[in-house]
T-cell receptor, first 116, second 117 residues
Framework: AQKVTQAQTEISVVEKEDVTLDCVYE???????LFWYKQPPSGELVFLIR??????QNEISGRYSWNFQKSTSSFNFTITASQVVDSAVYFC?????????????FGTGTKLQVIP | DAGVTQSPTHLIKTRGQHVTLRCSPI?????VSWYQQVLGQGPQFIFQ???????GRGNFPDRFSARQFPNYSSELNVNALLLGDSALYLC????????????????FGPGTRLTVL
């Protein structure tokens, strides 16, 4: 069975600090996809990134970067020079296709508060 | 372009009643997924529909059902409501055209907040 663990329930940082959100996953499949979503206080989930299981290259997008390590089944997300607008709940998710069906599992989320 | 829309925004029901939630995907998107998000938790996958057929189902009881219409809009039905069904119900659409290519990013609607009393 697939599982996504986000051990950090809440994190508070002061503006301009760097922060890393951890995500550990479990799956038996060799082909799978990992996602990060942001859920601001307004409630609407916003897609941030998708990574497939065969692509372990790290990715950087502006102040955001992602570190995917299959050896440790982790897909961590770092925000550099955090800003107040980064305050939100961040979810890591895992997608598998089994028997022609797609199943998506979300973690429980990490609430990030950036203090001005 | 309009994003994913859901109706109603909020809904209050009593135990034992049934409810129908509606979702309109982004124009051109043929895949719709439903999620339940209980307060303080991550979204839990309920169903995925693609081309009007069920393509994915999470661990939810048979009280939960859904369907997708020819225009790709979708309804989620929940029968015999329980207090534990109180949650934010999210609909997401995707431009993926098949399960074989990688799943595309999903675009989420604002959700329907269901309260069961």
């Amino acid at each position: 069975a697939q599982k996504v663990t986000q051990a950090q329930t809440e994190i508070s940082v002061v503006e301009k600090e760097d922060v890393t959100l951890d995500c550990v996953y479990e799956t038996r499949d060799t082909t799978y996809y990992l996602f990060w979503y942001k859920q601001p206080p307004s409630g609407e989930l916003v897609f941030l990134i998708r990574r497939n299981s065969f692509d372990e290259q790290n990715e950087i997008s502006g102040r955001y970067s992602w570190n995917f390590q299959k050896s440790t089944s982790s897909f961590n997300f770092t925000i550099t020079a955090s800003q107040v607008v980064d305050s939100a709940v961040y979810f890591c998710a895992l997608s598998e296709i089994s028997g022609g069906y797609q199943k998506v599992t979300f973690g429980t989320g990490t609430k990030l508060q950036v203090i001005p | 372009d309009a994003g994913v829309t859901q109706s109603p925004t909020h809904l209050i029901k009593t135990r034992g009643q049934h409810v129908t939630l509606r979702c309109s995907p982004i124009s051109g998107h043929k895949s719709v997924s439903w999620y339940q998000q209980v307060l303080g938790q991550g979204p839990q996958f309920i169903f995925q529909y693609y081309e009007k057929e069920e393509r994915g189902r999470g661990n939810f009881p048979d009280r939960f059902s859904a369907r997708q219409f020819p225009n790709y809009s979708s309804e989620l039905n929940v029968n015999a409501l329980l207090l534990g069904d109180s949650a934010l119900y999210l609909c997401a659409s995707s431009s993926q055209t098949s399960l074989i290519p990688p799943p595309n990013e999903q675009f989420f609607g604002p959700g329907t907040r269901l309260t069961v009393l």
